[in-house]
C-alpha cells in the first residue's frame, strides 16, 4: 500500500527527472529546435496522462503522427460497414469504431435507426455471436495495426462459421512514418515506433526506412522512464547523425519479432493501397485479406450499396475540423478553431476526437493542452 | 443539451449534470435566509434563531444492488449522513426513507436492505423517523430506487465555496474504492483481489476534522460521482482559485490501482462513498490531518493539494514528472475497448 506509483518500476519519479536533466543538456548542446514524432496513440496517452511534455526541454517538440488507426479509417470504409448494417447483416465492432463519422451516417447513428451493431471486445466475441446466431449474417469491421490483425488472423485460421465474414480496416504499420517522410512540409529528424506493434513485427522491419530515409527510430515502451529514456536515445542519434534503428523496449521487442504471429499474419493477410482518411492514398497502408480468403471477405461476399448512405449532405462543422493536419504532424489539437468547443468526446465532428487513441481526444482527456511548464 | 433529450451523462455528476440542473432546476430556486437551491451544495441552510437547520435528499439507484463492501441500504443511509455532514452538520437529528419498488423484487433482498439501512443509522447515530412505499409494474422501474432525506441543527455551516490562495487540501483516505469495486461487479470483469466499496457515514470522522480545525476548515466535499476530480473543479470554480494536486501523495489501494491501469479508468474520476475532500487555511492543516488520521475512517488522509492563484477554477496535476491540467470528468468512466 503506498502512493500512486512508488510500486512501479517504470514510474520512479527520481529517475525520470534525471533523464530530463540529460535530455535538457543534450538538447541545449544541439542549439536548435530539434522535432520527434511518435505514431501511436497509446505513445501520446503516456505523455499526456503523466506531464511528460512539461518534463521535456524547451527546443525539443515531440509530435504525434498518424498513429491511430481508427483515425486513418477513410469514410469509405465507415460507409461500407453501416451500407452492410443497414442492408441487415448483423456488425460487429470495436467500441472506438462506433461513432466514426461515415459520409453520413456512422455506425452509432445506423444502430440508433434500429439496425444490428454490436460493440466487441475481441473478434472472438464476434466469431461467438455468429455461432449463436447461424441464421444471421455477422461481419467482423476489422480495425488496428498489426497488433489486432494477428488476432482477426488466428480466428480465421482456426476457423470460422460460415455465417461469419470480415470487412477489414486493418492498417500497416511501416506506413504511418512513410506517410509523414514523404510530405515536404515536416521538419521530423527521428521516429519513436509502437513498441507493442514491434512486438509482432520486430524492431528489425524499421531498417530499411531507417537507411532509406537516413532517419533515425528509436521503438520505446509507455511507461514514463520508458518515453524518456527512448527520447533521449533518439536526441543522441539525431546529434550523432545516426540513422540507426534502436530498441529501447527490450523486455518485450526482438529484432526478428513474433515469428509464429508474424507467420498466420502473413497467411490470412496482404498489404494493399488504401486512403489514410484526410491525409493521402497510401501506396502500403492496409491489410486486406488474401484471395484465398475470399469467401470470408465481406468486400467478396456481399453487394455493398453505399450510394444509399452516401448522400451529398454536407457537414458544415466537418470542415472546420483539421484532424488530417494533426495526423500529419503540422498541426496541433489546439490549433483546431472547434477543439474543445464544437468538438468534444461526446459529440466528435472529427475522427481525432472519436476514438482513444486519437490525438484530440487524448488532449481533451488529459486536460487540453499539455504543456504546463509556466504554471507556479 | 444535444438533441434535447436527457442522457446518462447528466447524471453522472459532471459537467453535462452541472448543466442540466443549471438550466433546468434552478429555475426552482427562490431566496432563503441562508443557503438555498443557488447554490447549488451538498444541501441546503436555514437560518432558526441563531443556529441552522441543514437539510438534504438523496434518491439512490445501484448496479448491482449488494456488492463488495455494502449495498443501496449502507449507500442510501451514509450518502444522507455524509452530504449532512459536509456542510458541518455532523449531528443528524433524523433521516426519511422513500422506496419505490419494482413488482416481483424479493422480498429477502428487501429485508436484507433494511437490516443494512438500520446498521448504518446507528453508526452514524441518525433514527430514521418516517418514510413511504410504492410500488411500480414490472419494467416500470429496475428493481428499486431509495430515496433518503435528513435533517441536522448545527452552530456553523462549510460550504464547498471557502477556498482562499494558500489552503490546503486534504483527502480522507484511499481514493476509487467504492466505483472501482462497484463497476468491477456491474461489467463482471473477473479482476481478482479485495476490491470493496468504502461506502459509510462519516459524520463522526468529520466531527473531529472540525473540532481540530475549527473555523479554519473552510470547505467540504464528499468525492461522489466524478471523484475527487469533479469535487476540485467544484471548489476552485466556486471559489475562483486555481488548485494544485499532488498526484503522488493521493492514496490508492493497490488493487484500484491495478483495476485503473487494466480498465483506463483513473482512479480520480472514480466514486467515492465514504470520503471527504476538506480545504483548511495553511496553518491548521496538520492539526486537521492528525485529527482525521486518529479516526478509524480517516488512518489514510493525506494532504493533497493547495489552492492557488493561477488559473482559476482549473485543476493542475503534478504527476511526479510533470504537470498537465485535469479534465473535468463528463460522463459515466467505462471500461476501455482496447
Redesign the interface.
Known sequence: MGSLFDELKFRDPERARALSEALRREVEAAGRTISLMHVCGSHEQAIARFGLRAAFPRGLDVIMGPGCPVCVTDTPEVDEAVALAAQGARLCTYGDMLRLPGTVKSLADVQSDGADVEVVYSVTQAVEIARARPGEQVVFFASGFETTAVATAAVLLAGVPENFSVLSSHKYVPAAMDVVSEMKETNIEGFIAAGHAATITGWGIFEPFAARTRTPVVVAGFEPLDVLAAVLELVRLVRARRPEVMNCYPRCVSREGNGPALEKLWKVFDVVAGNWRGIARVPRGNLELRPEWDHVNARRRFRIDTTAVGGASRNLLAEHCICGSIMSGLARPSDCPIFGKECRPDSPVGACMVSSEGSCKIWHVYGGPPDLKEVA | M?GGKVGM?HGAGGR?MRALIEEVFLGLASPVDGIGLAALDDGAAIRVGDRWLVITTDSHVVHPIFFPGGDIGRLAVSGTVNDLAMMGATEPLALTCAVILEEGFSRDDLVRIRDSMLEASREAGAPIVTGDTKVMGHGEVDGIVLNTAGVALCDRVVTDAGLRVGDRILVTGSVGDHGMAVMVKRHALGIQGDLRSDVAPLNGLIRAALAAGGEDVVAMKDPTRGGVASVLHEMAGKAGVGV?LD????????EV?AASEVL?ID?LVVANEGKAVIGVRPGAADRVLAALRGHPLGR?A?IVGTA????PGQV????????????EP??EPLP???
Open positions: 444535444s451523462k453535462a494544485l498526484e503522488t501523495a493521493v492514496p490508492v489501494n493497490p490501482r483506463g482512479p489514510r493525506a492557488i492563484a493561477d488559473r493542475i496535476l503534478d504527476t511526479g514528472f510533470g504537470r498537465r491540467l485535469l479534465a463528463d460522463g476501455r475497448i482496447c
